[in-house]
């Protein structure tokens, strides 16, 4: 049996509404007639099937039409107007429109065509559920690189993660410098930063897949999207929890991987982006006082009331032979998976430090220890079960 569809009627025009209530077949389709000021919290609260806007307001219907396929690629959207400017047709139809028809004329052929639409959209549906998703939208991981000390290697090993991710795979990565006024990950990809995750503020409330992408950078080898922080101490106090959960929300619809540089600093900004993370690496060194940071988070996150034990994992940066801890030795301290390891590489890194250069830049090329390190760590995540530390 074919389900119902669900479908959103967004109208102010009580004769065409009633028109097209009464034509639509209510067993088989779940109606809500709704405002337009509602379109973008009706489709985040349950899967749409299919939108129907009437009249809109033409100002604001190529937003909403991106918010809503950013949301769900396969609700489908048709749009009623008695607008016939071609450009306006265009605008909607490139911002992933399916169908439109022109009141008043086309409305009777519309309802005509109606159960056709129906029909093929439960087809199509049917086709993509067979397919297996490959980094499909809205399969978006958040993780994120935390510890409650300063120079573990937080930003010189999220930033590396994020762009191997992106160089060893399809998926869609975007790197998120939350360190706000400290920032540094664009020293270390160096990019030219003109904007920064402040100016995503005026449009926080209905933040979509484009405000992120016309504030984020490209860094200009590897394809990653990198989020840059401000460095304004005024920004900061606005910058607050919601506004960090709205940000990730929105990022983890349209990546497949949200990577997070975090500050040290147990703010309530940081402990909002550890709450949203999928996992939270935790980067640790081999010796007694890291331990004793670690201890001190761990106590801290239960008094917070934020729940660790199946989102962390412990990431081992600057590990080398004169280590004040062993590997093994750790690993009897700690109650947290180690999920990998990383050299003490300071010889390989001194060069790219020094000129300000990326790590990483081609998918194939001669690889430092360091970046070896990272890359076994970005397949494992990648690819589960194949590599383990
Ligand atoms: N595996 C490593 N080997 C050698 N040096 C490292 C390694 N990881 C990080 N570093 C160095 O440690 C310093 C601190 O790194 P950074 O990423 O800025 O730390 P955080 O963001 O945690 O403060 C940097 O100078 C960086 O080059
Ligand atoms: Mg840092």
Do not use: W
């Not at 067979?130 to 090993?157: A, W």
């Amino acid at each position: 049996m074919e389900k119902s569809l669900d479908i959103l009627l967004v109208s102010e025009d009580e004769s065409i509404t009633n028109q097209l209530l009464n034509s639509f077949d209510r067993d088989e389709n779940n109606i809500t007639v709704i405002r337009p000021d509602d379109v973008s919290r009706e489709v985040n609260r349950q899967t749409r099937d299919m939108v129907i806007f009437v009249h809109t307001n033409s100002d604001y219907i190529v937003e909403q039409i991106q918010y809503i396929k950013s949301i769900n690629p396969l609700t489908y959207i048709i749009f009623l107007t008695n607008d016939s400017d071609i450009n306006t047709l265009r605008n909607i139809t490139r911002a992933g429109a399916e169908e439109f028809f022109v009141l008043p004329e086309e409305l009777s052929l519309f309802i005509s065509r109606f159960p056709t639409i129906q029909k093929s959209y439960q087809m199509k549906l049917h086709s993509e559920k067979e397919q297996p998703i490959m980094f499909g939208r809205g399969r978006g991981q958040i993780y994120s690189f935390y510890s409650g000390k300063g120079g573990t290697g937080k930003s010189l090993v999220s930033s590396t993660f994020a762009q191997t991710l992106k160089l060893e795979s399809a998926a869609e990565v975007i790197l998120i410098d939350l360190n706000i006024q400290y920032g540094g990950v664009e020293t270390l990809l160096s990019i030219e930063a003109n904007r920064s995750i402040a100016d995503l503020k005026p449009v926080i409330q209905e933040l979509n897949e484009n405000h992120i992408r016309n504030v984020s950078q490209t860094e200009e080898h590897s394809y990653l999207e990198i989020l840059i922080s401000p460095c304004d101490t005024e920004v900061e106090e606005q910058l607050d929890e919601d506004f960090v959960s709205k940000l990730l929300r929105t990022c983890r619809r349209s990546f497949d991987y949200c990577i997070i540089d975090l500050p040290s600093n147990m703010s309530a900004l940081t402990a909002t982006a550890i709450e949203e993370s999928d996992k939270v690496y935790y980067l640790l060194l081999p010796e007694t006082s890291s331990l004793r940071v670690l201890k001190y988070f761990e106590q801290l996150c239960e008094r917070l009331g934020i729940h660790l034990q199946s989102s962390l994992e412990l990431v081992m940066n600057k590990l080398s032979k004169d280590n004040e801890l062993k590997l093994k030795d750790i690993k009897n301290l700690v109650r947290f998976p180690i999920t990998a390891t990383i050299r003490n590489d300071y010889k390989g890194l001194q060069t790219y430090i020094n000129k300000g250069e990326p790590i990483r830049k081609k998918q194939r090329e001669k690889l430092i220890p360091f970046a070896k390190d990272i890359r076994r760590f970005a397949r494992s995540v990648l690819n589960p079960k194949t590599e383990q530390v």
